[in-house]
């Protein structure tokens, strides 16, 4: 797997800067005229590692970012062009927004110098679609490729489909994964106006505080998560080393408003319980949720009663965080990363914080790890994931390949 956050964009110091519960939000100087002047910029990401000038001339952020996501993830892997045959091997690397900052920088070509100045290479540039082939073009994969755009869903979804597709035989290996890189002014601004985001410019490290009681919106942020999937026969044969295995899935929308979450959560206790049906399992065999967790008013308090109706007793026994308190939201990307950390998590026995819960709201009343890491034997995770639009997507990873 291959990771690009504000916490780190290697593996370690993701995971080191997790457990020691820092927060990768500061000011962003770009923002200091508007509404919102704080956000999650990228930490260590370093285009230039993959990139030649004229590349990343032609290639926006956010196709930058999948790409390293893509090589690092397909280099842990040791996904060579002999350990799967090109027709066998896809892509699936959704983004929420795609070129933003493109899109931003030639509309502004636009309207100051005049149609015939807008840059030849801003659709290839700006479309979700273009990630998925640039990584496609580097890795020489020539199986079923293409991106999803479910909002804040977006890495869940693409790695749902991605399991998917390598179930139904079109493929044995898929990378798939999550990013996006929409911290521009333009898109902060649209996310301000919405009164989405929190606007606690004086403490920007402390801004992103979920299932506290004066939470005020989220904080957005840069990134993502890639991983290589691949049937379990088809990892052992090869002798790739299993990080974990995705093994339950479920999806539903709410069918209620484009932008609020159904305040009843009955459509993300569903998938919840869909991802457990699929797996087999029951809510005591989860031992952590890597929560959505946005900060923001409704959905921490919907997300904690979806959480009781599909655990029953159990919800108050399972460890849950929100690491968007460290990270921020990174929309498209954040159940990529969030995959990460729940494989992290399994593998290394340790479950991260939700920093800034220093004033829990009543009606979330469950236990967040509340300021420091724990210590815990985990076998399964969850992760939730819900877009705007009420797309949610819940997966499930074990620790354990089965037998």
Request: net charge negative.
């Amino acid at each position: 797997m291959g990771v690009v956050s504000p916490l780190g964009s290697d593996i370690q110091t993701f995971w080191d800067n997790l457990l020691l519960g820092k927060s990768g939000i500061s000011h962003v100087q770009e923002f200091s005229d508007l509404p919102v002047t704080f956000g999650g910029k990228a930490s260590g990401f370093d285009p230039e590692r993959h990139l030649g000038g004229k590349e990343l001339r032609h290639m926006d952020r956010y196709a930058q970012m999948e790409l390293s996501a893509c090589l690092d993830a397909c280099a842990q892997a040791r996904l060579t062009p002999e350990a799967c045959a090109p027709h066998r091997l896809g892509v699936l690397i959704g983004s929420g927004a795609g070129g933003m900052g493109t899109l931003e920088e030639q509309m502004g070509v636009f309207f100051s110098r005049g149609p015939r100045r807008v840059s030849p290479v801003t659709v290839p540039m700006f479309i979700t679609n273009v990630g998925p082939a640039e990584c496609a073009k580097r890795i020489g994969a020539k199986g079923p490729g293409f991106s999803v755009s479910s909002a804040c869903a977006t890495a869940g979804h693409a790695l749902a489909m991605a399991a998917r597709i390598i179930q139904a035989g079109d493929a044995d290996c898929m990378v798939a994964g999550g990013v996006e890189a929409c911290l521009t002014p333009f898109a902060l601004a649209a996310f301000a106006s919405m009164r989405a985001l929190s606007t606690r410019n004086d403490d920007p490290e402390r801004a992103s505080r979920p299932f506290s009681a004066d939470r005020d919106g989220f904080v957005m942020a840069e990134g993502g998560g890639v991983f290589v999937l691949e049937g379990l026969d088809h990892a052992r044969d090869r002798g790739a080393e299993v990080l974990a295995v995705l093994e339950g899935v479920g999806m539903t929308m709410d069918a209620y408003h484009m932008v609020a979450p159904d305040p009843e959560g009955t459509s993300v206790a569903y998938a919840i319980g869909r991802a457990l049906s699929d797996a087999g399992l029951t809510p005591g065999d989860i031992g952590y949720i890597n929560a959505h967790g946005t900060s923001t008013p409704l959905n921490d308090r919907i997300e904690t009663l979806a959480i009781k109706m599909a655990f029953g007793d159990h919800a108050g026994k399972v460890l849950i965080s929100s690491t968007k308190s460290m990270t921020g939201h990174l929309i498209g990307g954040a159940a990529g990363i969030e995959t990460a950390i729940c494989v992290l998590a399994m593998r290394n026995g340790v479950v991260p914080p939700t920093i800034n819960l220093d004033n829990p709201d009543p009606e979330c009343d469950l236990n967040y790890v509340p300021h420091r890491a724990v210590y815990a034997d985990v076998s399964h995770c969850l992760n939730n994931s819900f877009g705007f639009g009420g797309q949610n997507v819940a997966l499930i990873l074990g620790k354990d390949a089965p037998g």
